[in-house]
């Protein structure tokens, strides 16, 4: 069983940044790859970043060259720095880490408003 714990969201104001944090913890062997999704209100969770356990990443097109994902494979951490937020970016973001399963986080609140 792993465990994912997220941090970092907040308020912040059109054009700010935020970096999310998630920490995974229990049964780990390894981990593969750990990413982020997001879900805004009234819409469907939608993928955001994916990065491998080599390091190689992905991003969604919404958000490629805004934000950037990273790993500390030694703290079994990803990581998400947001920058040039827009209100559209509103919604609470799931991180989640794959072993044979894909475990997820509990969800943190980002709200991008002025």
């Known amino acids: 069983q792993v465990q994912l714990v997220e941090s970092g969201g907040g308020l912040v104001q059109p054009g700010g940044s935020l970096r999310l944090s998630c920490a995974a913890s229990g049964s780990i062997f390894r981990l593969n790859a750990m990413g982020w999704y997001r879900q805004a209100p009234g819409k469907q969770r939608e993928w955001v970043a994916t990065?491998?356990?080599?390091?190689?990443?992905n991003y969604a097109r919404s958000v490629k060259g805004r934000f950037t994902i990273s790993r500390d494979n030694a703290k079994n951490t990803v990581y998400l720095q947001m920058t040039s937020l827009t209100p559209e970016d509103t919604a609470v973001y799931y991180c989640?880490?794959?072993?044979?399963?894909?475990?997820w986080g509990q969800g943190t609140q980002v709200t991008v408003s002025s």
């Open positions: 989640h880490a794959d072993t044979n399963l894909r475990y």
């Open positions: 990065i491998s356990s080599g390091g190689s990443t």
